[in-house]
């Protein structure tokens, strides 16, 4: 399918493992130049190499998105370095799961602070592509936990909190043709993620997590790109303030 997509320019956070790296690639497929951020300097250079050699311009920066100055700059930086942004992708996150204060912040300070600061710095920068063809969009990469509580944790509040977020902006901007939306997977499996680890090292838990999906698996990266990447695009230009939850059916919720 051609998603309309090719020759825009988009920013992803996160963007060199995972679901980040699976968006990154998939933009890129359809023929959209893309900058990526994340930590670890020799990641980054890999996957800004494997984009390149998609055929498409790349950009990237070793950014911790929790100091919002260097994030700031970074999107700064990439969009000139694009010559504009149609598309930003939130995609970091801490995955801290406890109830204490750290992982309160860790939480806060890498999922929400980020994606924050990660619209206030490409605003600018999405109202002109709005203005130039009609259509922009940031979408925030969130989780299935926003909706269960079996125990506190800070894991599922800071989601539901992006989640929330996530409709406010929509609502705000929707009439510059700026659209806000969120993409809430359940368990995603890749190579070295949370449920490989899982996994690994509890082996039975991973079993009933597994046997609480009505699919019996796990997501792949793959499979959630597809979706963040089709409701960035002019496809979904009428879809705005969603949350799309992609977890197999595991959660018993009805969305409406």
């Not at 109830?99 to 619209?119: G, I, M, R, T």
């Not at 806000?180 to 995603?188: A, C």
Request: hydrophobic content about 45%; charged content about 20%.
């Amino acid at each position: 399918m051609d998603m309309k997509l090719q020759g825009k320019k988009a920013i992803v956070l996160g963007g060199t493992r995972g679901i980040g790296r699976s968006i990154a690639e998939t933009l890129a497929g359809e023929g959209v130049s893309v900058a990526i951020c994340a930590r670890k300097p020799d990641q980054v250079d890999e996957a800004v190499a494997h984009l390149k050699g998609l055929g498409v311009q790349a950009f990237g920066g070793v950014v911790d998105v929790t100091d919002g100055d260097r994030l700031k700059a970074w999107i700064g930086e990439a969009g000139t370095q694009l010559g504009g942004v149609d598309i930003v992708v939130s995609n970091a996150g801490a995955m801290a799961q406890g109830h204490n204060p750290d992982s309160w912040k860790q939480n806060f300070e890498l999922d929400v602070l980020a994606a924050v600061n990660a619209w206030e710095a490409s605003e600018p920068l999405l109202a002109a592509a709005a203005d130039s063809i009609g259509d922009a969009a940031f979408i925030i990469i969130t989780s299935i936990s926003a909706a269960y509580a079996d125990r506190a944790s800070s894991y599922g509040p800071i989601k539901a909190s992006l989640i929330h977020m996530a409709k406010g902006l929509a609502r705000q901007h929707a009439s510059r043709g700026i659209r806000v939306n969120t993409v809430s997977p359940g368990m995603v499996y890749f190579e070295g993620g949370v449920w490989h680890m899982v996994e690994n090292n509890m082996p039975e838990f991973y079993k009933q997590a597994l046997s609480r999906n009505p699919t019996g698996r796990c997501a792949t990266p793959q499979e959630i790109a597809n979706a963040a990447v089709f409701l960035a695009s002019p496809l979904s230009a009428y879809t705005n303030g969603v949350n799309l939850i992609i977890d197999g059916a595991s959660s018993n919720r009805v969305n409406f």
